[in-house]
């Protein structure tokens, strides 16, 4: 029996393997970024001792392609894959391409290695049970992952390096610091794995020619046991020294445009959390990312994409910039988790992501959820240990990037999980709106909050039969004139540059009552008159008049806080000063028709305000420059086009 060889299990004239692996498919659209999620998970999840954080190097080298462990049979099991697949113009090119780098002389290499991690347990056994080794060289959808917990499940990511390799071709060296049994001590060991097509089985040309199942084991027996000793290709000789831990050797490695740093910035992405909790370093030809180091990384644009910089930066800001960072816990039926919200500043809005990136332990991103495109925030919820991490880590999808709860099969089960998922994005939603809302230290307009739920802005603007908004009216300015009536309204401008003037128009009839009658001269020229104390019927006359009137010129936001209990709120900065205002809403239908809407209770900046007229609701106090927040609950539910008014009486 000859030892340390190339052998290719026959099909058994079963299955045939093609290019296209439901295993790898899965990792093609971003290759690169999958393949660094995957591998610092798999070191991650075997991390030995939280005394020590995880360390993982990542090198690149050549060597002479005849020293590639069993060259010349890897060589002949391409050729004959060719041959299988004769009929098919695109395998025979990929074999082409892989016969090719054999004549080079050279081949380009990437070794990742880990440390401080338990190494490939189960190395030295071929009993099955709780053999990690196994799992990895020779499972497809098999994870032996230590703890409930652990960041892969799937048993399908480890394909993701064979994307790397121009000869799909993987070894892999361990040792491990138990066997399977948990007894200590030093256990090592080393396979090569090919991820080829079929071919046929050797060169015997006979009827009913065998073919191979496409994947090949460099190993030292005919059940493909792992090599006793350990594997060092290239330069990398003494650095393991003993130490457990696993080192990976990508054949043939192929690198493509820019892939340090999409590999960099997928760990800054997906692991960011585990980096500044100290719990795990990263060396990158020569880079090393790490707690220490990681502050001025995400600030280098040599290293950080543009489209990634807010992402990253926001990450990384959450988890460090203490009294900004607002805190609150998340209590669903399966367990609680943590929510971090950072406001940022009108002048910072481009680091704003407007999402909520989901963490779950160990500390690794799973997905981002929208908060809204307006909002200008970041947020970070992270999931802990315990039932509720577990039954999302179960719905995780093999790229573990969404969770998915049509992987349950128990209906019930599956609405729990769904209900939970609803629950936790409502309430990251509701603490949002809750940091956003009015106070000294906080943007009174939150980038357009209205945008969060499809709320219409209103305020003097309209919208269309869509229900989308219309840009708002250029307020008038102009001298009053005999016979008009103007609203009062403030003098300065808006954050957008609009004057806010009084606006002139036509005596409005639709409202009947007494008006008052201006007295004194106007503050400067184009300026309107102040009203006196004697009032009377509204009627035309050859004065000018004031009457009940609505704040024009005023940007409102309508945010939606409960749809089924229609409850609202709306943001807005006084003008004026004035003792009694009172707040009615209408409903927009797709032709912008409006219907009043009945107001069951008001709040006002936190004051109780009490009234009998539902229509108008009321009064209330505002001052000038005045941020204030009313929360009104109304006769409505669901989301709808809304027009908000406040009538100064």
């Not at 990895?136 to 390799?165: H, I, Q, R, W």
């Not at 305020?459 to 609203?487: H, I, R, Y």
Request: hydrophobic share 30%; glycine share 10%.
């Amino acid at each position: 029996m000859q030892e340390n060889q190339w052998r290719f299990p026959a099909s058994g004239h079963g299955e045939r393997k093609g290019i296209s692996s439901g295993d790898t498919e899965a990792f093609k659209k971003s290759p690169f970024q999958a393949f660094a999620r995957e591998v610092l998970q798999n070191s991650i999840d075997a991390r030995a001792t939280d005394e020590e954080p995880t360390k993982v190097e990542f090198s690149i080298f050549e060597m002479n392609t005849s020293d590639i462990p069993g060259c010349p049979d890897l060589k002949n099991a391409i050729r004959r894959c060719k041959e299988f697949w004769a009929h098919k113009p695109d395998y025979v090119k990929e074999c082409d391409d892989m016969l090719e780098v054999f004549n080079k002389g050279t081949i380009r290499c990437l070794r990742v290695s880990d440390y401080n991690t338990t190494g490939l347990i189960g190395v030295d056994s071929k009993d099955q049970a709780n053999n990690k080794f196994l799992a990895l060289t020779k499972g497809t959808g098999v994870s032996e992952k230590t703890g409930s917990m652990a960041g892969g499940s799937k048993g399908v990511g480890k394909n993701a390096v064979f994307l790397m390799s121009a000869l799909r071709t993987v070894f892999y060296s361990t040792i491990a610091n138990q066997d399977i049994n948990g007894c200590a001590g030093q256990y090592s060991g080393s396979i090569g794995v090919a991820e080829l097509v079929s071919g046929y089985i050797d060169d015997v040309i006979i009827e009913d020619r065998d073919y191979t199942q496409g994947t090949g084991y460099f190993a030292r027996d005919n059940v493909n046991s792992a090599m006793t000793d350990l594997l060092k290709l290239g330069t990398h000789q003494e650095e393991r020294n003993g130490k457990p831990g696993t080192d990976i050797y990508i054949l043939g490695f192929i690198p493509g445009d820019g892939w340090e740093k999409e590999v960099i910035n997928s760990i800054l992405d997906s692991f960011m959390s585990t980096i500044v909790r100290g719990e795990l370093i990263v060396r990158f030809n020569g880079l090393e990312i790490s707690k220490e180091t990681v502050g001025s990384i995400v600030y280098d644009d040599s290293i950080i994409f543009k489209n990634q910089k807010a992402n990253i930066v926001s990450q990384y800001r959450l988890l460090t910039d203490g009294d900004n960072v607002k805190l609150f816990d998340i209590d669903t039926d399966y367990g609680s988790c943590q929510l971090m919200i950072l406001p940022y500043k009108k002048e910072e809005d481009e680091l704003a992501t407007h999402k909520c990136a989901m963490i779950r332990h160990p500390l690794m991103k799973i997905k981002d959820e929208p908060l809204g495109s307006s909002f200008r925030v970041s947020a970070m919820c992270i999931i802990g240990e315990g039932t509720l991490g577990k039954a999302l880590r179960d719905i995780e999808n093999p790229q573990h990037v969404d969770w998915e709860p049509k992987r349950i099969k128990d209906k019930s089960v599956r609405k729990e999980i769904e209900n939970v998922i609803k629950e936790i994005k409502e309430q990251i939603k509701q603490r949002v709106i809750e940091c956003l809302q009015l106070g000294d230290d906080n943007p009174l307009d939150p980038n357009g909050a209205g945008d969060f739920l499809p709320d219409v802005e209103v305020g003097d603007s309209k919208a269309d039969s869509n229900g989308n908004q219309l840009p708002a009216e250029a307020v008038s300015v102009s001298k009053p004139k005999d016979n008009l009536t103007f609203e009062k309204n403030t003098r300065d401008k808006s954050d957008d540059g609009t004057g806010l003037e009084p606006d002139i128009g036509e005596v409005d009839d639709c409202k009947e009552g007494n008006v008052q009658h201006p007295v004194g001269e106007n503050d400067e020229q184009g300026g309107g008159r102040h009203p006196g104390s004697e009032e009377s019927g509204e009627k035309e006359g050859d004065n000018v008049i004031f009457k009940r009137s609505k704040l024009a010129g005023v940007r409102y936001r309508v945010i939606s806080l409960n749809k089924t209990e229609g409850k609202i709120r709306i943001l807005f900065m006084a003008p004026i000063d004035y003792e009694n205002c009172y707040l009615s809403i209408s409903m927009l239908d797709d032709v912008n028709n409006s219907t009043p809407i009945a107001i069951n209770s008001l709040i006002c900046n936190g004051a109780n305000i009490q009234c009998d007229d539902s229509k108008e609701f009321g009064p209330f106090a505002i001052k000038t420059n005045q941020k204030i927040q009313l929360d009104a609950t109304v006769e409505a539910t669901g989301y709808f086009g809304s027009e908000v008014k406040v009538i100064c009486k």
